[in-house]
């Protein structure tokens, strides 16, 4: 035999040692997230060019928002990276529980997330915001405001489909945990899934304060 | 007789049946199940292009209503650029070669590398079920507002269909840069690489960059068609021109993915075959991931004449201009490492040839386009057609097929008929050239594109220009035939048939699964003739 048989059974036949295979997630994995932000880079660049065209518009639309809720949810993805961070901590000092707990935890606080956000969504419709034919708006220029809550869905929804993703990986990951498949000389998928949860939690970061805070002071 | 029937094992006999290729994780499979693909989505598309040629041969529309003219020429475009230009040379000769030629013994991700195939099947499937559905008629560039408003035919469908075929692409490009970060043999430096790496290292580089943003554009107007966001809907305070900022700024960049990797298969080309090193190997490789870079600052010379303000065209103009010296850098350079070569004149060097003159003259009338008052003239008109088409039909079309004759051998253990080879290289450079000459003729007098009727006047330059689509339709099937035919009847090819210094020839043909039987270890320069004439007497004296 060879001595690539006598390496970590996680090892894939095209790798010469866990080490490289381990280097090649992570660097596939920030290259991933690279094209993510391009992703998402392009709502980001239409949202500039709207916000500098119609400023007091969007300030008017963005105070419809509800800061409570928006600020909650930032406390919560925020914490939710911190559980993510001692699940990947687990994972390496080989605690199968501990990874399990705060893979667990890390998911309830992506569900929690997600339910606040539906809320806030279930309140734009109540309130005909939802961009399209039932859109109404009392204040001036309807079509810029429509632009505003165009831009909203489009960013949190997109943003919401990744959560609901990460949740998914974190599934897998936590059956993969329970059958034992991790130790402290394999955890990469925990490790890469962990890149891919903070970068959804930092988009959120950017987000919150462009939609919900930016207008603030426009106020009355 | 036993032994006469004992065949080596190779990827292709390692396994058999519809599962072994369908579940394959191979890259050397996966790129033949791409060319399988995109041989299918190029004659399709070339249909389009016979029935676009057929309506041109006379002035008035009589072959087809303007409708229907605006479908062809559409689907034309998005079938060649989406479906075969884009994934052309990377998906197939990078998927194959990549991992060979840096000693690997596949792709970093080869499940990845399964699901970019079917993402390209998935998406070219969608398209082509919006096609019969009715089709599409908005030009492979979807413009708004016609796109989101007026139009009444497939757009979403066929949008999707690009938007999933992003998807192929983005993880092909992350696959390679990867693997070529993480997977060089032992001793093969990036400044050993052969340039074919580099340049798609480059290409890689855009894909990954560059294909979000046409990803999130077609979100945006399929969402503004199904539900009229407003947010390329002047009438409710969009703005249609931010689609071309956001549309152009992936597809002037793509132009770069199609022709990057074309320059890497001239580089191998053009080296081989004069037996020298190529001339400035650095500066070849920089130019790559010049090119990559500025390719991403030049977006808005699409839009001289969309209302983009002038200082913004100043600027875009001049970064223009900026990206012709890599590109030139290139051409000089390949001229300079045939000087004193040994030449020899095999298929592949016929297209390497033709690749270096019709991508000149295509980068050459790419400078008169650039020229702000020039571009207000030619806009719009034949004569950027026939730009384009010079630098992804000569350029990129040529370097695929030179590229497949050179590594038909590498790939399926067989040599291509050299007589019919040479002959159909010969077709294809004469069809091309009269097919897209006369339409820069055209262009300048001024016959707009996109139209299927046209005055009495310009009738001698497009009968040309059809008789000349002809004579390379013929180019495009001799190879198909006798490439099919090759497969059974063939010369069987020896390991390294054209004496090339890369890894790839370093093992046998075709490859066993994992390429090597071995990891090389690499020690000397790319393109080192000496150090492989040194390799082969020592293999005799040892042998």
Redesign the interface.
């Known amino acids: 035999m060879d001595t690539h048989a006598l390496e970590s059974p996680a090892l894939?036949?095209?790798?010469?040692t866990a080490e490289?295979q381990k280097?090649?997630s992570t660097?596939?994995m920030w290259?991933?997230l690279?094209?993510?932000i391009?992703?998402?880079?392009?709502?980001f660049?239409?949202y500039t060019?709207?916000r500098q065209?119609?400023p007091n518009v969007f300030a008017a639309a963005s105070n419809e928002l509800d800061i409570l809720l928006g600020g909650v949810n930032t406390a919560v993805l925020i914490f939710s990276s911190f559980t993510m961070v001692l699940a990947v901590w687990s994972a390496q000092t080989g605690s199968r529980k501990g990874l399990m707990v705060n893979l667990v935890l890390t998911m309830l606080l992506g569900l929690v997330f997600l339910v606040i956000k539906g809320f806030e969504w279930h309140h734009k419709w109540v309130m005909h915001e939802i961009?399209?034919?039932s859109f109404h708006w009392e204040g001036p220029?309807p079509?810029?405001a429509?632009?505003f809550f165009?831009?909203y869905?489009?960013m949190t929804g997109l943003h919401a489909l990744h959560m609901v993703v990460g949740i998914g990986i974190l599934s897998l990951l936590l059956y993969m945990a329970w059958r034992g498949r991790f130790s402290r000389d394999y955890y990469t998928p925990v490790d890469t899934a962990g890149l891919y949860w903070h970068f959804v939690d930092i988009i959120w970061i950017f987000l919150f304060p462009l939609l919900y805070l930016i207008g603030r002071h426009h106020h009355g | 007789m036993i032994t006469a029937t004992v065949e080596q094992k190779h990827y292709l006999n390692a396994e058999y049946g519809l599962k072994s290729w369908l579940l394959t994780t191979d890259h050397k499979r996966i790129g033949l199940l791409y060319l399988g693909t995109i041989t299918f989505f190029f004659l399709l598309g070339g249909i389009f292009a016979t029935l676009i040629r057929l309506e041109l041969l006379t002035p008035p529309g009589d072959l087809t209503n303007s409708e229907t003219y605006n479908k062809f020429f559409t689907l034309h475009g998005v079938i060649m650029v989406f479906f075969f230009l884009i994934p052309s040379i990377p998906a197939t000769l990078g998927n194959f070669l990549i991992?060979m030629m840096v000693g690997?013994?596949?792709?970093?991700?080869?499940k990845l590398n399964l699901l970019s195939w079917y993402l390209l099947l998935a998406g070219g499937l969608l398209s082509m079920w919006a096609m019969f559905a009715g089709g599409v008629d908005t030009g492979w560039t979807f413009y708004t507002p016609y796109s989101t408003t007026y139009s009444n035919t497939y757009v979403i469908a066929t949008a999707l269909g690009a938007f999933i075929a992003g998807f192929s692409s983005?993880l092909t490009g992350?696959?390679f840069?990867?693997?070529i970060?993480?997977?060089r043999a032992p001793g093969l430096t990036w400044f050993r690489l052969p340039l074919f790496v580099w340049s798609h290292y480059a290409a890689a580089l855009i894909m990954?960059?560059?294909?979000?943003?046409l990803?999130?554009?077609l979100?945006?107007v399929a969402?503004e068609r199904a539900?009229?966001?407003?947010?390329f809907d002047p009438?409710?305070?969009?703005?249609p021109v931010?689609f071309q900022?956001?549309f152009w700024f992936y597809s002037h960049p793509a132009v770069y993915i199609m022709v990057l990797p074309g320059m890497g298969v001239i580089s191998e080309l053009v080296s081989t075959f004069s037996r020298r090193r190529v001339f400035g190997y650095g500066f070849v490789a920089f130019s790559s991931v010049a090119i990559a870079v500025y390719g991403f600052l030049v977006w808005g010379h699409h839009m001289f004449v969309s209302s983009q303000s002038v200082y913004a065209s100043l600027v875009f103009s001049f970064l223009s201009f900026f990206v012709a010296i890599p590109s030139a850098i290139k051409v000089f350079n390949w001229t300079a490492t045939l000087y004193k070569g040994s030449i020899s004149y095999e298929t592949p060097m016929l297209y390497a040839f033709g690749f270096i003159g019709l991508f000149t003259m295509g980068g050459l009338t790419g400078l008169f386009v650039a020229t702000l008052g020039v571009d207000v003239h030619v806009h719009d008109t034949y004569f950027v057609v026939a730009h384009f088409h010079y630098i992804m039909v000569g350029g990129t079309l040529m370097a695929y097929l030179g590229g497949l004759h050179f590594w038909w051998p590498k790939m399926t253990g067989r040599m291509y008929p050299e007589g019919w080879a040479k002959l159909s290289a010969l077709v294809i450079f004469l069809g091309f050239n009269l097919t897209f000459f006369p339409q820069f003729l055209l262009g300048y007098l001024g016959m707009p594109r996109r139209y299927h009727a046209y005055p009495d006047e310009f009738q001698v330059l497009h009968v040309l220009s059809t008789a000349g689509a002809s004579v390379l339709a013929v180019g495009y099937l001799i190879p198909l035939v006798y490439l099919v035919w090759s497969l059974r009847y063939g010369k069987r090819a020896t390991a390294n048939p054209f004496g090339a210094t890369g890894l790839e020839w370093k093992t046998s043909s075709p490859p066993p699964t994992?390429n090597f039987d071995v990891?090389p270890a690499v020690t000397h320069e790319a393109y080192d003739y000496r150090a492989l004439a040194e390799e082969e007497t020592e293999g005799v004296r040892v042998g």
């Open positions: 894939r036949h095209h790798f010469d490289q280097d090649a660097l596939g290259i991933f690279v094209t993510e391009m992703f998402f880079g392009g709502l660049a239409g060019v709207y065209l119609y961009p399209g034919a220029n079509g810029q429509q632009l165009s831009l869905f489009a | 991992p690997a013994r596949d792709l970093a991700f080869p983005i992350l696959n840069i990867v693997t970060h993480r997977m990954v960059l560059g294909t979000p943003v990803a999130v554009t979100v945006l969402l539900f009229r966001i407003g947010i009438a409710l305070g969009g703005d931010l900022h956001l994992y990891t």
